[in-house]
């Protein structure tokens, strides 16, 4: 049963050929300054995000009248408990959404496009996901994933004039590039384009395309071959879903967003015409990863909806709910869970917007602070969901329809749950996040260094590395040594008389960011080549560098609103709060960095799939029942019902 599956799958590919092709994917160049990377080498840049920048007047005023619409339109025509219930969005639901304006809402004016700027944009999404996380992700995997965004960035004048105003007013769009047998590791990517003539011919299948069972516009990512006249590699192409050879053969169905449109897709010799190619041949994967560089604020933009949703239900009902006397709010148990989620939901505000102001001023690279943003989102999430389903107890764990039908509100607590699981592997999962992350913030020791750990340079070529490093080494590693953290008066605007001393948190994070570059810098002296391995280790260095903006984020934003005209004082509590709380988890981050269970785990890990804990499993039945871990994909015409649906 296996061989013929195993014929069929993508070839196999070194471990050299997958990080080739990651490594030309990515930006090279840092063209800009970035916070977060300075923060990784140790050097705590506030001044690039304090004064905290603020968005334009008319963008504030375009913006909030259309948070209004939204929010009425929210509040009287989505039906969240209808969605989870019949498992899809109702056509005159995403008809409202056109008539809003809400396809465009990214999309510049003059293509029809509301031009909205990143920060209105996630406002908007936590808004409306709020009421409704399937109809949060259509929004998003339309415009932050799907074509208007490559093509704003990478397509031709003549694109855009043809795609852009029909995706602002009508058309959906999805974005293909998963496949059944190939994740994050791009390498092994078996869809094809072949050149014909004036087209391309593309076959293969994808998996998980969100959007793809209703949508008008895809994405697709296929591998054209090197041949005479053509560069080949991973290539973006715009196909229209109603091209011959496009079907849609299954409606994926999940644990939680089970309104989402998601399916599997067969390309079965589906003719693109040449000038529905974005971008050259071979800058696919740099296209999606560009996309993502902003795109990936959609996530952490419904985070945030969530955690306020969270916040407010743990609020109303803790102190509805007593228990030995007084509401379940007064116990210590309990209002540690709240202050959790209060001071969590600050943090992961403070770091949206300021992302989001910083991608719309355009004047920082934010592609790390973006997958911070991201990561942090939705670990955090998932955590405060998972305490407020803990502050419900029984009723956490009741379904919304279950607690209405015997006279109780019906607070979909377990739902929430179920829908923000996704976001820990949507778009990067955590682990494939770190990695990235990573990646980018020793980006400058690779530059430096990176030639005295490549086994495939020459002792000449090592030697000239050998050189470079010493240089910039001898001027770097002083600096490590003290810096502003060290000096108590040092940022003495964080603590105005009467209010909370975030002074002394950002102190914190500057001499926590020299202690994190050091860390690294010892790691990579000490494992040098095998560095990329120790997954663990660079884990909790991105983590740890995650704390560090959040922190940082949230004094900032608390600053903003004491100077502004809003609550500053409270603010000033949620962000000393927070920052305290954080304070203890990087502090065992850093414990871990050092004194861990890697080794053993590793170890464990190997006896496991050689099959010497077998032993262990005996004693149960297995549900999951026969049949491939991976589905055939072999390229071919589809023999199943098209079950696309394109919405009139």
């Not at 471990?15 to 490594?23: F, G, L, P, S, T």
């Not at 192409?237 to 999940?254: D, I, P």
């Amino acid at each position: 049963m296996t061989a013929p599956l195993e014929k069929n799958r993508p070839p196999k590919v070194t471990e050299q050929e997958a990080r080739r092709v990651a490594e030309a994917a990515r930006e090279q160049d840092w063209r800009r300054p970035s916070f977060a990377k300075e923060l990784f080498l140790g050097r705590f840049r506030l001044d690039l995000i304090h004064p905290h920048p603020l968005p334009a007047a008319e963008d504030t005023r375009r913006g909030e009248e259309f948070l209004a619409r939204l929010r009425a339109f929210c509040e009287t025509r989505i039906d969240g408990a209808l969605i989870e219930r019949e498992d899809r969005i109702p056509d005159e639901v995403i008809n409202g959404l056109r008539e809003l304006g809400a396809l465009g809402m990214k999309i510049d004016v003059k293509y029809g496009g509301l031009g909205l700027t990143q920060v209105y944009y996630n406002k908007a999404l936590a808004l409306i996901g709020s009421a409704s996380p399937a109809v949060g992700a259509l929004l998003s995997a339309h415009q932050s994933i799907g074509v208007p965004q490559p093509l704003k960035i990478f397509g031709t004048q003549e694109q855009r004039d043809a795609f852009l105003p029909r995706l602002a007013r009508h058309d959906i769009s999805a974005f293909l590039l998963t496949e059944p047998d190939v994740g994050s590791d791009p390498a092994r990517l078996a869809t094809t384009a072949v050149p014909d003539g004036d087209d391309y011919v593309l076959d293969g299948v994808k998996l998980w395309t969100t959007n793809g069972v209703v949508a008008d516009l895809l994405v697709v990512m296929a591998r054209v071959p090197r041949s005479e006249g053509h560069r080949g590699g991973i290539t973006a192409f715009v196909v229209e879903a109603a091209s011959e050879g496009v079907t849609v053969e299954h409606r994926n169905a999940f644990m939680g967003l089970r309104g989402l449109e998601n399916g599997v897709t067969r390309l079965h010799r589906v003719r693109v015409p040449a000038a529905h190619r974005i971008g050259a041949e071979g800058e696919g994967l740099k296209i999606a990863l560009t996309t993502l560089n902003t795109g990936r604020l959609s996530l952490p933009a419904m985070c945030v909806g969530a955690g306020k949703w969270c916040l407010r239900i743990a609020r109303e009902w803790s102190a509805e709910r007593e228990q030995w006397g007084r509401p379940v709010a007064r116990h210590e148990a309990v209002g540690a869970k709240i202050s959790f989620i209060a001071a969590t939901t600050f943090a992961l505000e403070a770091v949206l917007d300021l992302s989001s102001q910083m991608a719309d001023e355009d004047r920082n690279d934010i592609r790390i602070e973006a997958a911070l943003a991201k990561l942090y989102g939705s670990e955090m999430a998932w955590l405060m969901a998972d305490e407020l389903v803990q502050i419900r107890g029984g009723r956490g764990f009741e379904t919304a329809d279950s607690l209405k039908a015997r006279g109780e509100r019906p607070v979909p607590a377990e739902q929430m749950l179920r829908d923000l699981r996704i976001n820990r592997i949507f778009e990067g999962s955590t682990e494939i996040m770190h990695l990235l992350i990573a990646r980018e913030a020793v980006d400058a020791h690779l530059k430096v260094a990176g030639g005295l750990i490549d086994p495939e340079n020459s002792l000449g070529d090592k030697a000239r590395a050998g050189a470079r490093a010493t240089a910039f080494y001898a001027r770097w590693l002083p600096k490590l040594v003290a810096g502003p953290g060290g000096l108590p008066s040092s940022y003495g605007e964080f603590h105005p008389a009467g209010f909370p001393d975030l002074s002394a948190h950002l102190r914190y994070v500057e001499r926590s960011s020299r202690r994190l570059a050091r860390s690294t810098f010892y790691a990579m002296s000490r494992w040098q080549g095998r560095m990329e391995t120790k997954q663990g280790f660079l884990g909790r260095i991105v983590d740890i560098g995650a704390e560090l903006f959040a922190m940082s984020a949230a004094c900032v934003r608390a600053e903003l609103l004491r100077t502004g005209e809003g609550p500053g004082r409270e603010a000033y509590q949620l962000a000393d709060a927070f920052c305290r709380q954080s304070r203890i988890r990087v502090e065992e981050l850093f414990n871990r960095l050092w004194s861990n269970t890697d080794s053993i785990d590793h170890r464990v890990v190997e006896g496991v799939l050689s099959g010497r804990y077998e032993w262990l499993e005996q004693g149960i039945v297995d549900p999951s029942g026969d049949g491939p871990w991976i589905a055939d994909a072999t390229p071919g015409p589809s023999a199943r019902e098209n079950v696309h649906r394109p919405v009139p």
